[in-house]
Nanobody, 124 residues
Framework: QVQLVESGGGLVQAGGSLRLSCAAS????????MGWFRQAPGKEREFVAA????????WYADSVKGRFTISRDNAKNTVYLQMNSLQLEDTAVYYC?????????????????WGQGTQVTVSS
């Protein structure tokens, strides 16, 4: 069993940066594919970014390419999402998720474990 805990969300002005963290409080995620998703009010959950178990492959939604970076530190059992040049439309609850296969998907249904989410609010 894996318990994921996100942190690092908050209120930031447009153009600013935040770094989200996702730590496994129980279990290990070192071999799992890991992803970040987000859900804005009134919208469907959407894929943001994912990284393979090794951390050497990455996938990004077109809307965040060039602005967000996913990384992982398997020694710390933690995955990060560095978010730069934040825009109003990035406002959402951000969730991390673990896919027990080493190569994660971009569909939420492929993931086996989810965190509780952290709120990111971008203001003008």
């Amino acid at each position: 069993q894996v318990q994921l805990v996100e942190s690092g969300g908050g209120l930031v002005q447009a153009g600013g940066s935040l770094r989200l963290s996702c730590a496994a409080s129980e279990g290990t995620i070192s071999s799992y594919g890991m992803g970040w998703f987000r859900q804005a009010p009134g919208k469907e959950r959407e894929f943001v970014a994912a990284t393979s178990g090794s951390g050497r492959s990455w996938w990004y939604a077109d809307s965040v390419k060039g602005r967000f970076t996913i990384s992982r530190d398997n020694a710390k059992n933690t995955v990060y999402l560095q978010m730069n040049s934040l825009q109003l439309e990035d406002t959402a609850v951000y969730y991390c998720a673990a896919d027990v296969s080493k190569i994660p998907g971009t569909q939420g249904s492929a993931y086996d474990y989810w965190g509780q989410g952290t709120q990111v609010t971008v203001s003008s």
